[in-house]
């Protein structure tokens, strides 16, 4: 164990007192967060419902530039969704035992985020009311689908994912589920009494349990790196300069790791603050969270210096031509708000103090978010503008429908993480226990 | 009988005295324009956006000024100007290009009618309508021409001037570079006549967009630029294929398109003849602004100087009805498939508008419905549709299918008299209509086609073929009597 600043609370009992404190009737702030979430979410449905009315032309997607905010911010959410389960999963199988107090926010987060991502490539149809056409399955219209497109892999890889990670989500939950059932006497406790699955914390369950936990983790761990492989695929397979390289799985796969453990500390940092669970959320977490920040930023620098090297070494013209303009053409301050966020901005996190420094930290991750917000328009925007052909290169700039649905989606991950503060325990009560367990003996 | 040189000078034709404020003001160049000829054919939406042959501009006039006289002036393109003289004025978007003389303004005519139509049927469709461009007419004085007795066109100098707005400009291309990528080629004519084996070129292995400049025969003149990727790109090489194997090994057809770009001419017809065929929806002035248009077929223009040479060429561009085509495997619902006669069809009704396609292309060729352009046809107007096309609604994907329709009906006709299509049975809306005949069509697989031998000539390439995608369409490169770099 790397040391601790702040000493664990004494006893087991406050342990359970402490993070089971969070379920207990809201703030007022909470609740005007939530509706101010739930208006954003509002919005976007609206937004979304007038872009079904009218049709595409409300955004400002364009020939050649078909593909735009709405792609940019499902790879966005999907790399989010990363970070849970590679805390959750890897760290588990490697024994990484500091994983054990954010692991439940960043599966939340993971579950989250997922569902958002899921959102995305529906509402970026043409014809969203029929996306079941996307489905294979049998039907008397004769339709079936093209295995050989990266999109249908993406349904597979998205829906396994999501199901997988809510899977392992709801396993972890259940104890912790048993102990809020023990504990709250509102309405909550009928939901709480079925969630727990008859939970009485036998040795025989908890056997079972770990032993369900140990086998999702094996699930779950080659999906951290097949899901935003193949979602990574849908612009490696083509044909478009700037899509069509080798890097894009392994690259993607960093980046989404990167883009996911940030937004776990934009996320737990505030919690940590506004629900007293300094004793839980420690120093060593952050470090560590800021070791793969590190990791993850500098092989996304690397893969960002090497397409450009491809793009030189490979003497392809066009390929020459596509990098040239992702950095110094219409979208130059796109690809440098990219570059700087991505790679200068976490150079500091080379330091121990300013691993620990949360002020920092959360600054940091904010502009991550940011940064591969803008790694995913860019790759995006760039390469479909100034493609093959030149008397058909474009220029897309997203209309407020799309602006209004991209803060929508980030208001709706918000929402449902405030509710689930509220309904769940957001640290995992018994692993934080078997910490206490192992420090103190 | 030819007009023997020396006859013009007996007609003593002086030249025009220009009327006008000050000497240093432009020339004003009052002309006919390609689309409405003198202004009869503005009222069809279809011409409106179709894009002018030259500017590639759309919906509305423009100001034409040579680069120095709008940097001398102070003017951008989009930048509203006022053009004056002595007999009226005019407030239009101003266009620099190389295409007019420095000092000169030209304008074309034939635009800037006021829509009245008392008996439209809807008056909130009425007021909807918008003036499109502006009438050059008033900005002639009206005095005539003392040799023909008919209106001086050419006959005021006009003070332009900027007026500080901005216009928004609608163009269906913004550059005339062409990246040294290939898209429309030529070869000197000595350089034709020097090769000899008509199938030294056709269907081998030479490096695609940056391709033929190996040798001295048949090399390409891309014009004065240096080719700084040729030698380094020769490895975008393209592998052999025959066309006729893109096609269902039992069906006797595999179609095909050749555009000659030596006799293409530039001039669009082709682009309304599809739009009318295929019931293309117009998007106005908004939606070619927004770069939505629905053209199926385009014609590129592409610039190349050499020195003071300058050597204009134009690429029609559709669906290359490509063997390996790069939008088919990555539809996720099989909207666009390769039919059995080796064309890239497109199921409109199947799609749900991933777009993917569209990215896909690299001829960027497909197009999207981001309107229902449908909803706005009413009762008498669905007369003008062609009832063998359907109409396509909002959020599906659409493109060039060679006129499917009329191969449909030219295989019935073919088959009642039961034989096979001949070649010259079926031509596609764009070729029929082609005044220079730059287009044809026929059948890949029949090895004594029209297609099939502009296919196996010297001047034949196609676009972007080291991407491997097998295109139907074969491109012919245009014929430089002299070579500009000599020149």
Known sequence: MAAATEPLPASPDAINDDILRVLEPPSKTYVLGVLFCGALVACGVSAFLYQVYWGFGVTGLNHPVMWG??????????????????????????????????????????????????????????????????????????????????????????????????????????PDIGAARDRVRDWR??????????????????RAHSRSVLHLSGLATPLVLSVHSVVSWDFATSVVPGWHTTIFAPYFVAGAI??????VITILIPVRQAFGLQAYLRDVHFDNMGKLILITSSIVGYAYGMEYFMAW????????????????????????????????????????RMRVNLAFMWIVSIFINIGMWFERFVIIMTSLSHEYDPAAWGYYFPSWVEWTILVASVAFVLFLFLIFLRMFPVIAIQEVKELHYEEAH | MSLQPGALSALALEPAELSGAEPADLALLVYPSLHFYDGRGARLAVLNEIPDPVLKTMWGSFAELGIETAERLGVRLGDVVRVQTEAGSVELPAFPHQGVREGVVAVQAGQGHRPVDPDAPDPDRQARRQTIGVNAYPLIPGRLDAASGALAWYSARAEVSATGARALVARAQIGFDQENRGFARAMTLAAYQREEDPHAKADSGHGGGHGDGHGAEGEDVYGDKPLPAQGAASHL??????????????????????????????????????????????????????????????????????????DVRHAPMMCQHCGAAPCESVCPVLATYHNVEGLNVMVSN????????????PYKVRRFNHWAYDWAIEEPESFALNPDVMVRSKGVMEKCTMCVQRIAEGKDEAAREGRQVR??????????????????????????SHVTHQRHDKRSYRILEHLYTRPGVNYQKAILRTDPHEA
């Open chain 1, 69 to 174: 905010l709405y792609i940019t911010t499902f790879v966005f959410w999907v790399g989010i969704a990363h970070a849970g389960t590679l805390i959750s999963a890897i760290l588990f199988l490697f024994r990484a035992k500091w994983r054990n107090a954010v692991n439940r926010g960043a599966e939340a987060l993971t579950v989250f985020s997922v569902l958002t991502a899921a959102l995305f490539p529906l509402l970026h149809l043409g014809r969203a009311w029929k996306f079941y056409f996307i489905l294979p399955y049998p039907n008397q219209r004769g339709l079936w689908v093209n295995f050989k497109s990266p999109l249908l892999w993406d349904v597979f890889a998205i829906g396994t994912y999501t199901i997988i990670s809510i899977l392992f989500f709801i396993v972890g939950l259940i």
């Open chain 1, 189 to 206: 406790r009928h939901l709480y009494r079925v969630l727990a699955m008859g939970w009485r914390g036998t040795s025989e369950q908890w």
């Open chain 1, 258 to 263: 990167f883009s996911g453990i940030a937004m």
């Open chain 1, 313 to 352: 070494y490979s003497a392809n013209p066009y390929e020459q031509m596509s990098f040239w303009y992702r950095g110094f053409g219409h979208y130059w301050w796109a690809t440098w708000t990219m570059i700087i966020c991505n790679v200068i901005v976490p150079l500091p996190l080379w330091f121990k």
């Open chain 2, 237 to 310: 090489i393209t592998k052999d294929y025959d066309p006729a194997d893109d096609a269902h090994h039992d069906s006797p057809y595999r179609w095909g398109l050749n555009a000659d770009l030596d006799t293409c001419v530039g001039c669009n017809a082709c682009i309304v003849a599809c739009a009318v065929e295929n019931n293309s929806p117009i998007v106005g002035p908004e939606g070619a602004r927004a770069g939505r248009e629905m053209h199926w077929i385009r014609v590129e223009r592409y610039v190349e100087t050499a020195g003071v040479k300058v």
């Open chain 2, 350 to 361: 199947r799609c749900i508008g991933t777009r993917f396609c569209s990215n896909n292309c």
């Open chain 2, 423 to 448: 070649d010259g049975d079926i031509t596609p809306a764009c070729a029929q209509t082609c005044p220079s005949q730059a287009l044809t069509f026929g059948n890949l697989k029949h090895a004594d």
